[in-house]
């Protein structure tokens, strides 16, 4: 099933994301080539997060948020829509809490593995849940994003997935993934970072939309 409305874009808003990311991703998804209606889905919103909202959807995209185990709490319900969704074609895009609620432990289980804390794994850069910074190779360059407390990726021998950023530890920071006939970007670090959230905690600025715009622009080719 090819999903109608092709110029949709929905980007989850309510309990399990934090204030300023779900704007953040709208914003960037508004401000991109592509094309969208950019939209708010969750439970306050004009639009409920549903298989019949999906389905109107070129993309949908979940935004970071607390803790996984009370993300996944918020959206369980929502479980076997998202899957079959994406399953039948549509995009998902994962920042963050996003990259961690595609894995399965617990998750909507859209990726060929799984996610873990990249603070948690060894040689790690950062060592605790502050807002921060990270240094990644993305595309095989070096970068600095917003990072806090974001997923790693870890893939199963011989999976299908383009692998666009690394951690300095070798472990995977952003990959782009098929499921089905549709298709996942996750990324544990912040590409969407606006200037305010690095000024609001005295970090310096670094502009990374360009490479949130990759990871988008690699999730909705060859659909």
Known sequence: ????????AL????????????????????????????????????????????????VYAQP??????????????QRGAVRAYVRGG?????FCLGGYL????????????DTDQYISSAGS????????????????????????????FLLDNGADATVLATYPNG???ALVAPFGAGRVG????HPEATEEWYTDVHLPVHHTRDLALDLVNEVMARR
Do not use: I, K
Not at 29 to 57: I, K, N, Q
Not at 64 to 77: A, I
Not at 90 to 94: A, E, I, M, V, W
Not at 104 to 111: C, D, E, M, Q
């Open 125 to 152: 850069t950062v060592h605790d849940d502050n807002d921060t910074l990270v240094e990644v190779r993305w595309r095989g360059r070096p970068r600095t994003l917003f990072f806090q407390d974001g997923p790693l």
């Open 186 to 189: 996750v990324v544990g670090p």
């Open 90 to 94: 549509g995009c998902y895009l994962g």
């Open 1 to 8: 099933m090819t999903p109608a409305g092709p110029d949709l």
């Open 171 to 173: 472990t995977v920071a």
């Open 102 to 113: 595609a894995g399965a432990t617990p998750g909507f289980a859209l990726l060929p593995g």
């Open 64 to 77: 970071g948020g607390g803790t996984l185990s009370y993300g996944y709490r918020q959206l369980e319900r």
């Open 11 to 58: 980007v989850y808003r309510g309990p399990a994301a934090r204030p300023g990311c779900p704007e953040a991703v709208a914003g960037l998804l508004a401000a991109g080539p592509w094309g969208l209606d950019v939209r708010y889905t969750g439970p306050d919103e004009e639009l409920p997060l549903s298989a019949e909202s999906l389905a109107r959807a070129r």
